[in-house]
């Protein structure tokens, strides 16, 4: 869990402790599955940052398309505060502004870029600024970078696994969530307490 927690590779773990690798992975699986278990939904607030982005496969997909067998990922960052993202099955308007309204209170400024599914967000009760990616990444206070920071910071985390089959993905996405919303704390002390507790199958 120590080494886990610097983020050494699970090959490397386990040739350093002399375990089998499948027995090295299921044990860090447990941990991975406590931090899911223990997540506390977080509702945002003031001013919030929306995006998605694209994990896998081996094509680039457009943007609102999941092409080349993508997962697609909601975020949701309070500056200033935590990041969320959720796996969803598409980046419609439907499915990204019901993910909104339950996470990000009423009343908050919304920046996102300008695509279409985020039109309606006026109409849901937030002040919507939009920024036009194709002119520039920020203007003054609108802009998108605390989200793309984390996209990058959970992309070059997660290439480090050589690839992350669909089924674990979820465990993957949400270890980087965690890492990033205590990366100013010891996640070790973090994550000895949550092994501690009975941990239910989430996955």
Not at 115 to 120: L, Q
Not at 156 to 184: M, T, W
Request: proline content about 2%; glycine content about 8%.
């Amino acid at each position: 869990m120590k080494l886990f927690s610097l983020e050494i590779s699970t090959r490397k773990i386990a040739k350093e402790l002399e375990l089998n690798y499948q027995t090295t992975l299921n044990a860090i699986d447990v941990v991975r599955k406590s931090i899911i278990a223990h997540g506390k939904e977080h509702v945002a607030s003031g001013n919030v940052e929306l995006d998605e982005a694209y994990f896998g496969g081996k094509r680039k997909g457009n943007r609102g398309r999941g092409a080349g067998g993508k997962v697609p990922v909601f975020g949701i960052l309070e500056r200033n505060g935590k990041v969320s993202v959720n796996i969803v099955p598409d980046v419609s308007g439907e499915t990204l502004l019901s993910l909104t309204v339950k996470k990000v209170k009423r009343g908050s400024i919304v920046y996102t870029d300008k695509w279409k599914s985020y039109d309606a967000l006026m109409f849901c009760g937030y002040k919507h600024l939009k920024l036009d990616h194709d002119r520039r990444f920020s203007r003054g206070k609108v802009h998108i970078n605390g989200l793309e920071g984390f996209w990058s910071y959970a992309k070059e985390r997660l290439a480090k696994h050589h690839g992350v089959s669909p089924k674990k993905f979820p465990l993957y996405i949400k270890e980087q969530e965690f890492r990033y919303n205590n990366k100013d704390k010891d996640i070790f002390e973090i994550l000895l307490n949550y092994v501690t507790d009975l941990v239910p199958k989430v996955v």
